[in-house]
């Protein structure tokens, strides 16, 4: 409708999912056949593909009486915020994660990956507050900024959440 400033165009071949596309287009006067300059191309990538399942690479505490980084589970804590160390392959810069206990519900605000985060190959997260006496099964999800699908959920992470000094005996 170009009397509103516009005109809706369907390609006319399926675009192939994962390939960037430069879509420029041109105005012909049907009465004169003038052909304005083609517009400043906008590039349109398709993504029509689930992200691949994070990992969770590692957990640490640094803080309280014993610190250090963890590669495997179940790990017993005294930190109650813990840095979790999340591998994104396959995931692409402004997807996002999001740290997760399936009892619990969210452990920290969803991260918007960066170039950074995509070249490291993992993100760092830190989560909320954790509960003294609580054990979590820490995972994550990748969530595709282009289309909004989600990850399956990375296999969980188990660390129980020990603030309490032992008593003398």
């Known amino acids: 409708n170009l009397a509103d400033g516009y005109v809706d165009i369907t390609t006319t071949t399926a675009l192939v999912d994962g390939s ?3 879509i420029t287009a041109t105005i012909t006067d049907a009465a004169l ?4 300059d083609a517009a400043t191309a906008f590039s349109v990538t398709i993504d029509t593909g689930v992200p691949p399942a994070p990992t969770i690479e590692s957990v640490t505490d640094d803080q309280g009486a014993v610190t250090g980084t963890f590669t495997t589970s179940p790990v017993v804590t ?3 915020q813990l840095v979790v ?11 996002t994660v999001q740290l997760f206990d399936a009892t619990a519900g969210n452990l920290a605000a969803a991260v918007t990956l960066q170039a950074a985060d995509i070249t490291a190959g993992f ?5 909320n507050a954790l509960v003294d006496g609580q054990t979590y099964a820490i ?4 969530t595709d900024a282009a ?9 969980s992470f ?6 309490a000094v032992p008593a003398r005996s």
């Open 20 to 22: 960037t596309y430069a």
């Open 33 to 36: 056949a003038n052909i304005c």
């Open 78 to 80: 005294d930190d109650t």
């Open 85 to 95: 160390q999340v591998g994104i392959t396959g995931a692409t810069a402004g997807d």
């Open 123 to 127: 993100v760092n997260i830190t989560t």
């Open 139 to 142: 995972s994550a999800t990748i």
């Open 147 to 155: 289309n909004g699908t989600i990850s399956d959920a990375a296999t």
């Open 158 to 163: 188990s660390v129980t959440i020990d603030t």
